[in-house]
């Protein structure tokens, strides 16, 4: 696996640097390291590819399945030191509850940034519909006026 690229909205890889300077060569480290290797055929599709990629974290001791602090109905995909994770490899339309998540976290102090990963080239994870880099940065752009979370968004292939 390899990181393809970021975007870093609203200087969220300053903040990251400055609240959890460890935690960002921890998270680089994890998603730019040629051994670990994402398994494309498993079964289940996307879910369990998701899954792949949260457990070389939780091998890092992040903690999976946190409760989002404001609404805990909801679950960040994983959580270290209050440094939320969402894990959006899967279909496009599905940033938009990580956006509420993040958002609403932000807005009542319990968190300082969020982090997504996404793909970098849709085609090489096996389909065009993917949550890739461009179309989370389009997303973005398109609330920017309300949505004040600074964001790292790290793009990956396998």
């Not at 398994?39 to 879910?47: A, F, H, I, M, V």
Request: charged share 30%.
């Amino acid at each position: 696996m390899e990181v393809y690229d970021e975007f870093n909205y609203r200087n969220a890889k300053s903040v990251l640097k400055k609240e959890h300077p460890s935690l960002l060569e921890e998270i680089y480290s994890i998603l730019d390291d040629p051994k670990n290797k994402l398994d494309l055929t498993s079964e289940g599709k996307q879910r369990q590819i998701s899954k792949q990629l949260q457990n070389l974290f939780v091998d890092k001791s992040w903690e999976k399945e946190v409760s989002v602090y404001s609404i805990p109905e909801l679950k960040y995909d994983l959580v270290k030191d209050k440094l939320p994770i969402e894990i959006e490899i899967g279909h496009k339309r599905l940033v938009y509850a990580d956006f509420f998540e993040f958002l609403a976290d932000y807005s009542n102090g319990h968190i300082k940034l969020g982090i997504m990963i996404v793909t970098g080239e849709p085609e090489r994870f096996g389909h065009t519909w993917h949550n890739s880099l461009d179309s989370t940065k389009r997303k973005i752009k398109a609330i920017e006026k309300v949505f004040l979370v600074p964001l790292l968004a790290i793009a990956i292939n396998p």
